[in-house]
């Protein structure tokens, strides 16, 4: 692409960020998204969007190529589609709009095609009927039948605000049946190491649990940090 400062204002398209070791990508597939949101501050990720993708054992794990879109407008959502990678999650700035769908049908199948590991949408869905066939995930805010306008502005690969998140190009995207997160780039390797320490907790826990042995110990003391006579 050409240098965006020749661009109309409103317009860019930036290159692709690809700041993951794709190792890093593949370490996190099947980690929870609630176990990364616990070992980020259990503040974090997408707030009001629903799965459109009809699986709800389908986990979604892959860098944001990230879309500024216009709302109503998917003009520059066709153009990330022909620059998305295989694996990419494709991010949406929709500004939350619902009076019309950014994405549908036809686009679902282009994503299929080129291996789009996703959509998060803070805008509307169309076609749902065919993303429930599965095959990519789609996280939408909502859905409705009438179609999106094409003609921009947009920018692309630029940081973006989607549904509660503050999300760059190239951090990566975990999603699944509890909801979905971004996790900064430069956060990718450190916190690797924190969500199998975190799951090896939990499955712990899982286990006493099961047994009937469940520690009272773990919120006693909880209680007596509180000041409460334990």
């Not at 999650?89 to 019309?100: S, W």
């Not at 995930?137 to 409705?144: M, N, P």
Request: glycine share 14%.
């Amino acid at each position: 692409m050409s240098n965006t400062a020749s661009w109309p204002p409103g317009y860019a398209v930036n290159p692709r960020v690809n700041t993951i070791a794709p190792e890093l990508v593949t370490a996190f597939r099947g980690v929870p998204a609630a176990h990364a949101s616990d070992c980020l501050g259990r503040g974090v990720g997408a707030l009001g969007l629903n799965a459109y993708h009809g699986d709800l054992k389908l986990a979604l794990c892959g860098p944001a190529l990230t879309v500024r879109a216009r709302p109503g407008d998917n003009l520059m959502i066709h153009v990330a589609l022909q620059m998305a990678q295989p694996g990419d999650v494709i991010v949406i700035d929709g500004a939350g709009d619902l009076t019309q769908a950014l994405i549908g049908g036809l686009m679902r199948t282009t994503a299929v095609a080129r291996g789009v590991a996703g959509f998060i949408v803070d805008g509307a869905v169309r076609d749902i009927a065919e993303w429930a066939e599965g095959g990519v995930a789609v996280y939408a805010r909502g859905h409705t039948h009438r179609g999106p306008s094409k003609d921009g502005p947009g920018e692309l690969n630029v940081p973006v605000a989607c549904a509660g998140m503050s999300v760059a190009p190239g951090d990566l995207i975990l999603g699944d049946a509890d909801g979905v997160l971004c996790v900064p780039a430069a956060r990718v390797a450190s916190l690797l190491p924190e969500v199998r320490a975190h799951a090896a907790r939990e499955d712990k826990i899982r286990a006493g649990n099961a047994s009937g042995k469940a520690d009272p110990e773990r919120f006693n003391a909880l209680l007596r940090q509180k000041g409460c006579p334990v």
